[in-house]
């Protein structure tokens, strides 16, 4: 796919297949998102791979928005490894890791796999459940799989505004 065909065809699955990700594609997103730009070259995120029944069991406790995805990423980043702003109490820990989940998406639909970007969740008992450094904080949970036979896309999906709307030019 060409990267205007892969923007115009993502979108959110909330229906997955039991199909599951091989590996060797969730690597090829895995490095799509190592790729990512990150302030100062920072590259503090930290992805987890979420593919045991365990690990997964663990992902539903704190949310309800897994869909069935038989592979979850967890996009961390370590707090004490961010790049403080000039003048601004603002860090680059959760922009940087928006950035890297934001390749993910884009890498996980150019490889023809289905995904869901999920906010919905307990951060803090997600980091517990995970045994995860008190450094780090986790920013989003991706859900990625193959969409049921029987999934149905959110009718809202191809509505956006006119650029008119969220754009100024000046």
């Not at 594609?25 to 995120?45: C, D, F």
């Not at 796999?113 to 989003?140: G, H, R, S, T």
């Amino acid at each position: 796919m060409d990267f205007r065909e892969v923007i115009e065809k993502r979108y959110s699955c909330k229906k997955f297949s039991e199909r599951k990700v091989d590996k060797e594609t969730i690597e090829r997103i895995l490095q799509a998102g190592r790729l990512a730009p990150t302030a100062k070259n920072l590259q503090e995120h930290h992805i987890y791979v979420l593919t045991s029944e365990e690990s997964l069991a663990k992902v539903d406790k704190v949310t309800p928005c897994r869909y069935g995805a038989s592979t979850v990423l967890a996009v961390a980043y370590d707090k004490n490894n961010v790049y403080t702003y000039p003048k601004s109490n603002r860090t680059s820990g959760i922009e940087d890791a928006a950035i890297v989940a934001t390749h993910l998406c884009l890498a996980a639909t150019n490889e023809g796999v289905d995904n869901c970007w999920i906010n919905n969740f307990d951060a803090d008992e997600l980091i517990k459940e995970l045994e995860l450094p008190e450094n780090e904080d986790i920013l989003m949970l991706l859900d990625l799989g193959y969409k049921s036979d029987d999934f149905k896309m959110l009718p809202n999906h191809f509505s956006r505004k006119p650029l008119e709307e969220t754009v100024s030019w000046r």
